[in-house]
């Protein structure tokens, strides 16, 4: 478990760029009239990153829980669809430097990646459950198994007396 987290760990330092989504878009993007839509993509993202920001107790944190990764950097994997696809629809008409659809884009591809991770140590954590609460249930209804000392779990009664 510890593997995974560590990837996952390396992987939120990459994703430090997400918080620089402020800087890249906010004023580009604020030129034009109807370029609202960009806006709201990128004030979306902001609040991301400051969950992120929360979630990783500002980066100090190096337990990070991969269900709560898992979900956060599937919105923002969302969110990153549809400003890239908003970028494409309305970069010329609102401004957007080719530098900032290049930057979001990279970003993106990132996060995905991350994505990715998040959500395979999280399945693997709840894999790991499921298995472990089997075996306490196998464990407690102490089957033939446990009686003759089969598993981990079994219990083999010692004669008393003399041998």
Known sequence: MTHIRSHLLAAFAVAGLIVSADAIGSSALAQASGCEQGQKIIAERRSLGEQ???LSNGGKNKQLDPRAACSLFTKFSANGESGLKWMTENKDW???PDKVVEDFSAEHKRIQTIK???CGAAAKMAEMEK??????Q????GGLAGKMGGGLTGTLSVPKGAL
């Open 94 to 96: 609102c401004q957007v």
């Open 138 to 141: 196998q464990a407690q209804q």
């Open 116 to 118: 990715g991770q998040a």
């Open 131 to 136: 298995r472990a609460k089997q075996r306490a």
């Open 52 to 54: 992120f920001q929360k």
